[in-house]
């Protein structure tokens, strides 16, 4: 077959196919990454990026392993989760619930991506970009991807980190389950007039889910789960920090709006298998979970890092029981933080049951007067 051969090509290079990219270069593969849109490194690191995520103790060891933890003036730390029910229902978690020094760090997606690209120059990794691939072929010893601009790479195996609308997982004809949640994020940031100590804070109140999440210094970033997206998005600056501080109980008093708010649709996807000869899926190709426990690319980080670990003996790297084995390690910590988020959204959303409305706030606040499945709740949560 013709075309320049590596060992792995990873498709998509957003957060979890660039980590994946530094994680098998570290354990010793040669790696080529393709993405379709080369991101505008001038506009990285400026203003304040409204889509940001909660990475875990586990995933900030992983990228600081990587050397790709953005700069610490731009990291918030969340120290306490405070959740409310939609009747009186309360739930507290302290970092020392789960005896560690935070429950998570608030980054910014264009400063993580910036420090996952500047790394990835600087081990040198082959980066093809503005080009999409357009078939895959694999065979018992290796798979071909042909692309857009007519020429072809080959590798022993391919990974699919091309996002929730995964080409990868099409042209290997993995079929999935689909659940829209009729909702959209809307996320947000702004600067708050009292300071947050660290606190993360979220209200459930029946029919949106929304959170508040610590940034560097006094701000904050909104994200609000909504089944009426774009009447928030069509209100001016002023009257949506309003909306969003009244709905937090003015907490944090006045709120300014940083820079304008986004909308992303929220679904569950659950495909049938996240590995085909010779491919892994990572990232959203493989998964998506509603953003309530803030998992979705925690989760991802941790798909490349099992991946990278379980590559890391060298051999074939598309073996199919190595990929057997990836899909197994990867199975039941995605199917329960799917299932739980799931859960609770459904657990939150049935106005119309009573009893429910009673069992999830009692179960809010009982919850919170047992410390031990506290602590273990709060383990789980940040990834031990
Ligand atoms: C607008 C928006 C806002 C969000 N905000 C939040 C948030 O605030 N908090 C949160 O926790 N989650 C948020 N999410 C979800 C979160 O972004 C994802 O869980 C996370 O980015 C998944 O990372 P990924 O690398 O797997 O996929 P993606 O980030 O989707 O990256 C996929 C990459 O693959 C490239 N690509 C796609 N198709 C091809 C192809 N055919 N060929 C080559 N390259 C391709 C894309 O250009 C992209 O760079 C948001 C999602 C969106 C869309």
Redesign the pocket.
Known sequence: MSGQRSDVII?????????SALALTRAGWRVVL????L?DFSALEQGWD?????VSPANRAFLERLNAWPDGSRIGTINVMDVCGDAGGRIAFHASDAGAEALAWIAE?RWLLAALWRELEAAGIEVVSG???VALHSSASEASLQLDDGSTRRAALIVG????????REACAIKGAIKPYGQS?V?ANFACEKPHQGVARQWFDGTSILAWLPMAGARI?M?WSSPDPDALLALSPDDLAELVAAAGGHALGKLELLAPA????LRLIQPEAVIAPRVAL?????H??H?LA???????FQDAAVLAELLAGGGDAGEWLTLRRYERSRREAVRTMQHTCDGLFTLFHQLDKPLLGWLRNAGLSLTHKLPLVKRELARRAIGF
């Open positions: 498709v998509g290079g957003g957060l979890v196919g660039a980590a393709i993405e379709g849109r991101p409204a889509r940001i995520y909660a997606n080009v999409r691939p980190a091309d996002g929730a609308n995964s080409w990868v994020g996320v970033s994200v986004a909308a992303f649709p990572v990232g959203d190709a493989a998506t979970v953003p803030g998992q979705g690319v925690n989760l991802g």
